[in-house]
């Protein structure tokens, strides 16, 4: 097969255009920031230590970050959406986001990635080959740099490598099988010197867990804590081997390990040269899976440091901070033990409002409205499973403290009172016949914005990779390998932060040896555990969940039980009387945007679509099945 050039020449040419490697870099809460600076060469760079240093910390400002933040075609996202509303958790009601005007409708195509910045990951526009390219322009100069000793150089060099993983992964969960770029292309006039086809599955994983076993030698277990303050953020050893469980994870799920491809429609390219799959269930995947999850628990029994973040007490406000601190706060095994692999954003938007400013708005804009199938997964406070038939009186008060820290309910504490979400209330005053805005769904998103003032002008970090995932993680590898007693274990540590009884207990009517069962409630955990922190989707993609996909969603409007569709909070203190504290409920179908595969759904919505353009260059990039 003809290879030709892979992406664009830009990532070849030889005198290297940088950023920031001249100018004061910090690190701490402005690291990954992304700063301006001007040219030099590659010469330059790796002449001093310190210019070589900042050319990788702006290689780590090329890590994903999940949150839209601004105006330009990556940092926004699907303008100002998230994918994980593709999921059945969340629902955009931003009627000018990608996810409305492509997906929903139906109208995405192998020509909108060319077309549209609003897609779900593109595949040349999220900075991924930039980021690839440039570090491994540092790992084969390093050591060309006098005043670096070798072991920082080894060091820096793991961390590259790590950096590289991340970003292939990011393509990979929407892709498949990639090229790969195993080295920095040189200034050529020979064309075929840069050209890389699209490999397969299994060399991509390969590919990815190598460069990590790599890194996880050289890197140490954690930073020091006299170095978070400055240093939080870099990669070690215990987010090299936490990322390569989450590979191994998405590998050895049945979007790319069953008997059957994912798709059968359109040309089949990729599914014969097993670039979609791996040509038929492989068990010894799930066995790799669960190795590498031993291997992660081993050294994190002998080395510590990290840990799942425990509340103080046992109320629910002491696990809300708990379950809070553990994606939210900074100081990965220090401040916060939790926190493995997570990157951040700042921008200053002139009037030093940066953070109610992109996010927030698109929340204030409806963007991301919890659904009502996503309310119902979270247990009660016992852990006990959520029903209609005994739990409507206490459905919002009684309830897992993750869900009042991922979704503003009816009643929860907001801005120093009690959101008031029923028809007419302060938060919910719409008609109860429109669907639009904050509250659509009869929900807001929480998680993130808060209640809009304790995270103002203060940059937010996206949770990449926590160990609770770690531990649902490694609760699936050991129920696909036939233990189902040590992966509900593994559920219940995380459901015992937040003060829930273990699995078992819970559900004395469900069988949780049976390996649906469980499978179902470990799916509906992570969901819970990790809420618009893209889990879901992947969850629902790599698991070939069309059932998850295809069914209707829905909303809950509230009703005060006397009738009255009026704000209480907004009343005169002496004349409002008693706060509403009864309320019927209406559970009503999202109608505002129509999912087009509500109704005709098609696995190959599952993977994205290469851009055609790509593809035409001939280099052997395969379409995705379906496109």
């Not at 009690?418 to 028809?423: D, F, G, K, P, T």
Request: hydrophobic share 35%; with cysteine; glycine share 6%.
């Amino acid at each position: 097969m003809k290879n030709i050039k892979l992406l664009l020449v830009s990532f070849v040419i030889g005198t290297l255009t940088v950023v920031s490697c001249v100018d004061d870099v910090t690190v701490g809460d402005d690291f990954l920031e992304k700063q301006p600076g001007v040219d030099v060469t590659q010469d330059t760079i790796f002449s001093n230590a310190e210019y070589s240093r900042r050319f990788l910390w702006n290689t780590y400002s090329k890590l994903y970050y999940g949150l839209p933040v601004y105006w330009n075609s990556i940092d926004n996202k699907m303008n100002m959406g998230m994918f994980e509303t593709l999921s059945d958790c969340w629902h955009s009601h931003l009627s000018w986001d990608g996810v409305n005007r492509s997906y929903y409708s139906g109208s995405y195509s192998a020509g909108t990635e060319e077309s549209s910045d609003a897609t779900r990951f593109g595949f040349t526009k999220e900075e991924v080959w930039e980021a690839v390219r440039q570090a491994w322009l540092f790992i084969e100069n390093v050591d060309n740099v006098p005043d670096m000793e070798t072991d920082e150089k080894e060091r820096l060099k793991a961390e590259a490598k790590v950096i590289i993983a991340s970003r292939y992964f990011d393509l990979f969960r929407h892709y498949g099988g990639l090229p790969i770029v195993d080295h920095a292309f040189e200034v050529s006039s020979d064309e075929a010197a840069y050209y890389t086809k699209r490999a397969t599955v299994d060399s991509t994983v390969l590919f990815m867990t190598g460069l990590l076993d790599e890194a996880a030698k050289v890197l140490p277990w954690s930073l020091d804590a006299e170095d978070i303050s400055n240093w939080d953020g870099r990669f070690t050893s215990a987010s090299a081997m936490g990322l390569k469980c989450k590979v191994l994870l998405f590998a050895a799920s049945p979007l790319f390990n069953d008997s059957e491809p994912y798709c059968t429609e359109g040309t089949q390219d990729a599914v014969t040269n097993l670039q979609v799959w791996y040509g038929g269930y492989k068990s010894e995947l799930w066995d790799e899976c669960l190795s590498a999850c031993t291997s992660f628990f081993q050294e994190l029994s002998h080395n510590g440091v990290y840990s799942l973040a425990q509340a103080s007490g046992t109320d629910v406000d002491d696990y809300r901070e708990a379950f809070r601190s553990a994606y939210f706060t900074r100081g990965s095994g220090s401040n916060n033990p939790e926190m493995l692999i997570s990157t951040r954003i700042r921008y200053t938007y002139g009037n030093n409002n940066q953070w109610d400013y992109y996010f927030p708005q698109s929340c204030q804009n409806g963007a991301f409205t919890p659904t009502q199938e996503f309310i119902e997964m979270f247990p009660m406070a016992d852990g006990t499973a959520f029903n209609w038939t005994d739990h409507v009186s206490d459905m919002f008060t009684n309830r897992d403290p993750r869900l009042y820290e991922t979704v503003l309910v009816n009643g929860a504490k907001y801005q120093g009172r009690q959101a008031e979400l029923w028809v007419g209330g302060r938060e919910a005053q719409q008609n109860p016949a429109q669907e639009t805005g904050q509250y659509a769904t009869g929900y807001a998103n929480f998680k993130y914005v808060l209640d809009f003032s304790d995270n103002l002008n203060e940059p937010t970090l996206w949770p990449y990779l926590r160990l609770s995932e770690l531990y649902l993680t490694y609760a699936e590898a050991l129920m696909k390998t036939g233990n189902f007693a040590e992966a509900i274990a593994k559920v219940d540590e995380v459901r015992a932060r937040v003060g829930l009884k273990g699995l078992v207990e819970s559900n004395p009517d469900k069988n949780m040896f049976s390996e649906n069962v469980l499978m179902e409630e470990i799916l509906r955990e992570r969901a819970c555990e990790l809420g618009l922190e893209d889990v879901r989707l992947f969850d629902m993609t790599r698991n070939k969940r069309a059932d998850l996909f295809s069914k209707q969603l829905h909303g809950l409007r509230i009703y005060r039980a006397d009738g009255i569709e009026d704000s209480w909070s907004d009343k005169n203190a002496a004349t409002r009387g008693d706060r509403p504290s009864e309320f019927t409920y209406e559970v009503f179908e999202l109608t505002n945007a129509t999912r087009s595969w509500w109704t005709s759904f098609s696995p190959k919505w599952y993977l994205s679509a290469f851009p055609p353009v790509e593809v035409n260059k001939d280099y052997g990039l395969t379409q995705n099945p379906g496109w």
